[in-house]
């Protein structure tokens, strides 16, 4: 079952954004302060938690969950979100919480979404540009190899493993005993792909997709390829890989040798490390973060 969260030491909504989008703060070192983003597109940060909070324990950790998502989804708001209006307001946060110098964690599409604003930031006079970048399982860097990532996490969904997962779970009788539980274990079935053990897939948060934004957002980038964009962005940077992570290897790797990042591969890991290999990604991220510029 997932862990509890414990409450945010503030928390509100932005007043700079076209749409007012829900942020929390951890942590109470504001000399080095991270900016956080979540995955997706279309989720919330709370899935993060409360595991990557051990970031929180030397230093301030800002969350938001981006447009579309979470306490950011806003029903009435029907202006298509796209790749670049996440990246206007990441700039917005950024200006709004005065994060200059500037460091961002992303995780997955974070991660790209960290590499799309880094981007935006090197050709702007006035977006604050990244010094640091951690980016953690990154989304692919291109649409061919996202195509093979979506292959993938199908192919393992498919597979007999988690397959047999679910037939112990319809004949557990938990639908009726314990709905809750039975609601938990059916996230966990959903996302069982991601993990280099798919029982494993037991400490994650739950969390919703807004389908409408992670549609849109896709949409928007069509068949991108941020390789030679990449090129122009200077921030001292980490990459950290799951092995097993259904995210092929080679797009973490290609973003390493473009952004000159060191590239960490945990073993025995997929897509999800802070819940499958905790004391190795947040030691390298400590190390990472520790290391003079």
């Known amino acids: 079952m997932p862990l509890p969260i414990p409450a945010p030491l503030d928390s509100g909504t932005t007043t700079s954004t076209p749409v007012p989008l829900y942020w929390c703060r951890y942590g109470t070192n504001a000399a080095d302060r991270l900016l956080l983003l979540h995955g997706g597109p279309g989720a919330s940060h709370d899935y993060l938690l409360p595991q990557m909070l051990k970031l929180a324990e030397r230093r301030e950790c800002l969350f938001y969950d981006q447009r579309g998502g979470g306490r950011s989804r806003h029903d009435d708001d029907r202006e298509p979100v796209t790749a670049d209006l ?7 946060v950024v200006r709004e919480f005065a994060l200059d110098p ?3 964690v992303g995780y997955s599409w974070g991660g790209l979404l960290a590499m799309l604003y880094a981007i935006a930031a090197a050709e702007s006079e006035t977006m604050v540009q990244p010094r640091r970048l951690v980016l953690i399982d990154p ?3 291109t649409h061919a190899y996202r195509a093979r990532f979506d292959a993938e996490f199908t192919r393992r969904q498919q597979g007999e493993e988690i397959q047999a997962m679910r037939r112990e779970l319809v004949e557990s009788g938990l639908r009726e005993s314990d709905p809750p539980a039975y609601r938990q274990r059916l996230f966990e079935l959903g996302v069982a ?3 280099a053990n798919p029982r494993a897939a037991r400490a994650l ?5 807004t389908g409408r934004v992670q549609q849109g957002v896709w949409g928007s980038l069509g068949e991108y390829d941020v390789r030679d964009a990449l090129a122009r962005v200077d921030a001292r940077t980490l990459i950290i890989h799951g092995r097993q992570d259904p995210i092929p ?4 790797e290609e973003a390493a040798q473009i952004l000159g990042a060191r590239l960490i591969v945990l ?3 997929g897509h999800v490390p802070w ?3 905790p004391e190795s990604l947040f030691q390298e991220i400590e190390d990472f973060l520790a290391a003079p510029a």
Do not use: K, N, W
Not at 86 to 92: I, P, S, T
Not at 205 to 209: E, I
Not at 249 to 252: A, P, Y
């Open 193 to 195: 792909g991601y993990f």
């Open 275 to 277: 819940v499958e290999r």
């Open 102 to 104: 500037l460091t961002i």
């Open 249 to 252: 290897m080679l797009s973490s």
């Open 205 to 209: 948060t739950p969390f919703r997709v």
């Open 267 to 269: 073993d025995d890991c």
């Open 139 to 141: 989304a692919p860097i």
């Open 86 to 92: 996440l990246v206007h307001e990441v700039a917005q």
